[in-house]
C-alpha cells in the first residue's frame, strides 16, 4: 500500500488559511481517487474532499467555496487548500488514497482553528 504523509497543520485565528500537502511514497497518477477527511473530537470522520485521477473535484456542502483540492502527479502529492477558515473546522485531518482495492491513510496532522 501506498504511504502518505501530511502535513501543514496548524493553529490560525477564524478566518485565516492554511494549506496542507500530503506526500506520498509512490506515483499516484493511477491511484482512482484522492481525498482528505478529517475527524474531530468525539465525532465521526467525515469526507471534505477528493478528486480523482481524471481531475474530477467532490466537496462537502460545508467547504465549499472555502476549500481547494489538487493533485500534483508529478510531485506525488496532493493539497488542501483551506481558506476563511471557521472553529468548526477544528479536527485532525487525514489523507487517503482511495485506490479499488484498498485505501491507504495518512497518519493525519492538526488543525486548530480559534474564535
Known amino acids: 500500500q501506498v504511504q502518505l504523509v501530511e502535513s501543514g497543520g496548524g493553529l490560525v485565528q477564524a478566518g485565516g488559511s492554511l494549506r496542507l500537502s500530503c506526500a506520498a511514497s509512490?506515483?499516484?497518477?493511477?491511484?482512482?481517487?484522492m481525498g482528505w477527511f478529517r475527524q474531530a473530537p468525539g465525532k465521526q470522520r467525515e469526507s471534505v474532499a477528493t478528486?480523482?485521477?481524471?481531475?474530477?473535484?467532490n466537496y462537502a456542502d460545508s467547504v465549499k467555496g472555502r476549500f481547494t483540492i489538487s493533485r500534483d502527479n508529478a510531485k506525488n502529492t496532493v493539497y488542501l487548500q483551506m481558506n476563511s477558515l471557521k472553529p468548526e473546522d477544528t479536527a485532525v485531518y487525514y489523507c487517503a488514497a482511495l485506490a479499488v482495492a484498498a485505501t491507504s491513510w495518512g497518519q493525519g496532522t492538526q488543525v486548530t482553528v480559534s474564535s
Open positions: 478528486i480523482t485521477s481524471g481531475g474530477s473535484t
Open positions: 509512490e506515483s499516484i497518477f493511477n491511484i482512482n481517487a
